[in-house]
Every structure is written in structure tokens, then in C-alpha cells.
């Protein structure tokens, strides 16, 4: 059989669960030509080519694509920032190598207002309250805020700031969280609106999930359901982070969740996907379209916000379950047939390790923070041990680390998830915990509530009280 190449755009963990996916073929030869901000000890160690191009810059990523074309059978971008830049218009465009991940027009992440207006078109009931705020409408400060508090009148001060499009400003800020005040919320407002348009939405009481779909075009083929740990510290304390960890159950539900609350969720996804369907999209929409974060109510789900990747770190809790050989999903995907996926009835926790510094932990936390080690070399000898002892039970995807000679040191953001896969949720923690344990060096730290009894027993009883309040 020829080899099968593969292109893979990396900027984290959750691309190394893919690549170690990709490799787990047993009915192709994949050769992995890796793209990755920074050398991931991972990726380096799987690739047949691995460059480091640290902006993820399109035209580069380009470049090396067109020098390896007759080499590369497709390609998978996880990040959303080439995504949103129009990585794989311009691909397709120049080499004809198909590419897994939306066209620039069907990144929906690029703007939350117009995220916002879509779903206020095709589902306004899963749809929060909101307003847009555009500097092209307001002539003053004055006149600006005196709009905001009128706003803030009607939704009782319980609001969430987002600027339209990412890495802006302050970013997303929540009443309660980020801000207490009215002035509070309007510095932090401010920071945003000096780059463009913001959106003030009604804070939703609830228990989120994260929904997934992969997509050929065609088809949605949703995934299982997952749930994702933002805060940085145990109990859901301190800032939002990119995500501290996540779990998944053994069937497609979460514990807290309804058979009827997937299927209204799916209800939700497939009108969005229609409608977008309906502009002659195509397989424009190839990928992980819709990554949906729900929020579910009384009232059932809202949708919180929609991004058109993989999730991280929800991806790397399913990716090990697949029963289907992940090439052949990729193929389908491309082919436009794709429209069953088989996972093994089992449940799996994903925890993140980070460096001192990543969510204020160490102005947080100083007491915690062994200051010898930071800067020091991180060791994974023994959590890698770990994987081939447990028969791929336990799995480690080095994330923000970087491969320095022989050595891997932790950058500044998330460095590494541990995967643990297990027969119950508890189980697959256990796992997903000794895998963290096994890691040695760099004063890193992580949550250790991650998909704790405790906590899901607490979402379990909040969507009791809600649905019977609703009653």
C-alpha cells in the first residue's frame, strides 16, 4: 500500500491527540508533515517533516505546502487563527490539496456579532438576549455609555462583554467575575469598543456542554458530549483560561444532561448548518464547523458561542475512542459520504499542567510554588511510561513545551494534557491523574477537581432545581 502523506497545522495538544490518532492506522502508512508554532517534543518525535513557523502565518505555511505538493494527500488544521485567515482557501487554491477545516467565509469565530445576528436568524430561542454596540453609531463616550446602562437597565446589570473579534481589548468579561460595578464593566467595556464593534448579552444561568460535529459538506455527524473546565482553579474559581481540563461519559450524554437536551442541541446545530448549507456552501463547511458551547437552562439550551475548529481540550477526549480508523473518517470527510462515526463505550478525563505564571497562579497561589524549578527542565520519562503500562489508557500530549536539544522546557501557556480512559468517569480521573503525577520539573501545576464526583454531583443537582423550576 502507498503511504499516505498528511499535512498537520499545529499549535498545541490537541493537534499531538490528532497526530497520535493519525498514527494509530492500521489501513494506511501516514507520513506526517507537521506545521507548528514552536517544537513540540510530540510532534518533532511523530513527524516525517516537522517546521516551526511561530505566527502560523498563511502565506509561509503555503510555501512549505507548495515545496512538499505530490507528498501531501490532504491536510488538517486545528488553530483557529489560519483558519480565520484563510489557510485553506489558499491551499486549495494553489496546490489542489484538500483541506480539513472551514473557507475563511464559514469561520464563524472571526466575528461574534455576526455569529450572533446568524443564530438570531436561524434559532433565536437557543439565542441570548444581546446588543451590538459599533462605534460607527455613537458619536461620544457619553453618548456611548448612556446606551450601555440603558441596556444594562433591562438585563438587571447581569451582563457579558465580548468584543466582535478575538484577541481584542480585555476580551470577554462577565458581571460577577470581572466586574462588580457598573464602572467596572464600562473600563472593561471600553477596552474593547477602542478596537471595534462589542456585544453586551444576558449572563445565562446554567450547566454548560460542548458539542462537536464532524462535517463533509453534507453531513453532520455530531460527536459525543463533553464538558470543559475554564476557570483556572478547583471549585470554578479565578479567570477564564483556554481550558483546564475536560470529561466525557461513557455514552454521549453528560450526567447531568437529558436524552432530549441532545436532541434539542442537534435540532439547534442542524438549522444553523442548513441555512449556512442553503448559500451553496458545499464542502466549504468541511472540519469541525460547529464546536458549540450550550449552556443548558430552564428553558433548555442557548448556545454561548460557536467556533469552527476542534475542540481543546474537548477533541482529546474523544479522539481516543474512536473504533473507526481516523484516515478513513478524513477521506469520507473529504469525499463527502462521511455519516457514521463508532467510539468505544468508555469515558475519558483530559488535565491540563500549566507553568507558575499561566492563570496568576503564582500571585495566587506563591506558597505552591516550588521557585527552584521554575525555568528548569520538564521530564516526561515516567508519564510516558505510563502509556505503554496501561495499553494506551493513559495518553500524554505535550501542549505550550518546546523541545531545546535533548531537553523540553514549559512556555508560557497551557503545557501539557494527560488523557486518562477508563470504564467509568472516576476511573479514567484516576488515570488521568497518575499521568499528571508522573510529571516531574517545572513547577507545574493543574486542577485536581477535574471531573471530581463532587462537582458533577453539583451540575447534576443545579439542573434538578432549574428544570423543576421551571415547572
Same mark, same amino acid.
Given at each position: 500500500m502507498e503511504k499516505t502523506g498528511i499535512l498537520v497545522v499545529s499549535y498545541g495538544a490537541r493537534e499531538a491527540a490528532i497526530i497520535d490518532t493519525i498514527q494509530q492506522s492500521l489501513e494506511y502508512r501516514p507520513e506526517i508533515y507537521v506545521v507548528d508554532k514552536q517544537k513540540n517534543p510530540f510532534n518533532v518525535r511523530k513527524a516525517k517533516e516537522h517546521v516551526v513557523i511561530p505566527d502560523l502565518n498563511v502565506n509561509k505555511i503555503l510555501k512549505f505546502v507548495i515545496r512538499r505538493k505530490g507528498k501531501i494527500d490532504f491536510g488538517i488544521v486545528g488553530p483557529e487563527k489560519p483558519i480565520i485567515n484563510g489557510l485553506r482557501d489558499s491551499i486549495e487554491r494553489e496546490t489542489e490539496i484538500p483541506i480539513i477545516c472551514p473557507t475563511k467565509k464559514y469561520a464563524l469565530e472571526a466575528s461574534k456579532v455576526a455569529q450572533r445576528e446568524l443564530f438570531e436568524k436561524t434559532v433565536p430561542n437557543a439565542n441570548p438576549r444581546f446588543k451590538v454596540f459599533d462605534p460607527a453609531n455613537y458619536k461620544t463616550t457619553i453618548e456611548v455609555k448612556k446606551a450601555v446602562y440603558l441596556w444594562l437597565d433591562e438585563l438587571s446589570n447581569q451582563a457579558v462583554v465580548k468584543p466582535d473579534v478575538p484577541a481584542a481589548g480585555k476580551g470577554v468579561g462577565v458581571w460577577g467575575d470581572h466586574f462588580n460595578t457598573r464602572r467596572q464593566l464600562f473600563d472593561h467595556f471600553l477596552s474593547n469598543y477602542i478596537h471595534g464593534k462589542v456585544i453586551i448579552e444576558e449572563k445565562i444561568e446554567g450547566e454548560e456542554s460542548s458539542f462537536q460535529a464532524f462535517c463533509d459538506g453534507k453531513n453532520l455527524t455530531p460527536l459525543p458530549e463533553t464538558r470543559d473546565y475554564k476557570r483556572a482553579f478547583d471549585g470554578d474559581q479565578g479567570p477564564n483560561t483556554g481550558g483546564m481540563g475536560s470529561y466525557k461519559d461513557t455514552d454521549t450524554l453528560l450526567p447531568f444532561m437529558l436524552a432530549e437536551d441532545r436532541d434539542k442541541e442537534i435540532e439547534i446545530v442542524h438549522r444553523i448548518f442548513n441555512s449556512l448549507r442553503s448559500q451553496n456552501s458545499g464542502d466549504q463547511l468541511r472540519g469541525v464547523p460547529f464546536y458549540v458551547a450550550f449552556i443548558h437552562t430552564a428553558k433548555g439550551p442557548k448556545i454561548l458561542e460557536n467556533n469552527s475548529r476542534p475542540g481543546d481540550p474537548e477533541i482529546i477526549n474523544i479522539l481516543p475512542?474512536?473504533?473507526?480508523?481516523? %484516515?478513513?473518517?478524513?477521506?469520507?470527510?473529504? $469525499?463527502?459520504?462521511?455519516?457514521? #462515526?463508532?467510539?468505544?463505550?468508555?469515558?475519558?478525563?483530559?488535565?491540563?499542567?500549566?507553568?507558575?505564571?499561566?492563570?496568576?497562579?503564582?500571585?495566587?497561589?506563591?506558597?505552591?510554588?516550588?521557585?527552584?524549578?521554575?525555568?528548569?527542565?520538564?521530564?516526561?520519562?515516567?508519564?510516558?511510561?505510563?502509556?505503554?503500562?496501561?495499553?494506551?489508557? %493513559?495518553?500524554?500530549?505535550?501542549?505550550?513545551? $518546546?523541545?531545546?536539544?535533548?531537553? #523540553?522546557?514549559?512556555?508560557?501557556?497551557r503545557a501539557i494534557a494527560v488523557v486518562g480512559v477508563g470504564e467509568t468517569i472516576q476511573e479514567a480521573r484516576e488515570l488521568s491523574l497518575k499521568g499528571i503525577n508522573a510529571i516531574e520539573g517545572g513547577s507545574l501545576w493543574h486542577r485536581t477537581d477535574i471531573a471530581s464526583s463532587e462537582h458533577i454531583k453539583r451540575s447534576i443537582n443545579h439542573m434538578q432545581e432549574l428544570r423543576l423550576d421551571n415547572r
Open positions: 475512542l474512536l473504533k473507526d480508523d481516523f %484516515i478513513d473518517i478524513c477521506f469520507k470527510m473529504i $469525499e463527502g459520504n462521511l455519516t457514521r #462515526v463508532r467510539f468505544d463505550r468508555k469515558a475519558s478525563v483530559v488535565t491540563y499542567q500549566a507553568p507558575p505564571t499561566y492563570g496568576g497562579y503564582s500571585k495566587t497561589f506563591p506558597e505552591d510554588v516550588d521557585q527552584e524549578q521554575i525555568g528548569k527542565p520538564t521530564k516526561l520519562e515516567n508519564a510516558y511510561k505510563l502509556v505503554q503500562e496501561t495499553s494506551g489508557n %493513559i495518553r500524554v500530549y505535550p501542549a505550550s513545551m $518546546e523541545l531545546r536539544g535533548s531537553e #523540553v522546557y514549559a512556555l508560557t501557556s
